[in-house]
T-cell receptor, first 109, second 112 residues
């Protein structure tokens, strides 16, 4: 069964304390993996797309990486404004798009 | 560009009432979709459209109808609201299926 699991569910960091969020997946062939950021009361905002194992994308303090079984979203020296829920979504070869339940990140000054 | 817009932002319905959630995009995207987001669950696809005049069912289509008469608009109709349809609804658009999606701000619906 196609499945996407994100961990941890919630993460509390001190400002400047780097960490990583995990998205592990089991799908029948990967077409693409997407990361989104969602602020409370708003729609998800697109961050990255990764297509193949070994690929990496960066944007400011965020870096996304992909292996054959999982993706990591690395946050380097986070700031309070990075606080949000981060969603992972996987598109299978069947065209089915599966969203994870997200990691809620809180960064304290 | 306004991107993806949704109306209303909030709505309360009584069981059995019907209503239409509006969605519009100004990016000339072919692909549009409707999701619902419930606590503890990932976004779930209700219906989608790959272009004007073409719609298809997603993962949780029961109780909802859609149509796509123009590239810009993709309304979602609740036929007879039920408490199980209490949720936050997001519309999204994409240049085509399989690409990144751009989401609207959402509609918070409560059915009593």
């Amino acid at each position: 069964e196609d499945q996407v699991t994100q961990s941890p569910e919630a993460l509390r960091l001190q400002e400047g304390e780097s960490s990583s969020l995990n998205c592990s997946y089991t799908v029948s062939g990967l077409r693409g993996l997407f990361w989104y950021r969602q602020d409370p009361g708003k729609g998800p905002e697109f961050l990255f797309t990764l297509y193949s194992a070994g690929e990496e994308k960066e944007k400011e303090r965020l870096k996304a990486t992909l292996t054959k079984k999982e993706s990591f979203l690395h946050i380097t020296a986070p700031k309070p404004e990075d606080s949000a829920t981060y969603l992972c979504a996987v598109q299978a070869n069947t065209d089915k798009l599966i969203f994870g339940t997200g990691t809620r990140l809180q960064v304290f000054p | 560009n306004a991107g993806v817009t949704q109306t209303p932002k909030f709505q309360v319905l009584k069981t059995g009432q019907s209503m239409t959630l509006q969605c519009a995009q100004d990016m000339n995207h072919e692909y549009m979709s409707w999701y619902r987001q419930d606590p503890g669950m990932g976004l779930r696809l209700i219906h989608y459209s790959v272009g004007a005049g073409i719609t298809d069912q997603g993962e949780v289509p029961n109780g909802y109808n859609v149509s796509r008469s123009t590239t810009e608009d993709f309304p979602l109709r609740l036929l007879s609201a039920a408490p199980s349809q209490t949720s936050v609804y997001f519309c999204a658009s994409s240049p085509n299926h399989g690409r990144e999606q751009y989401f609207g701000p959402g509609t918070r619906l409560t059915v009593t």
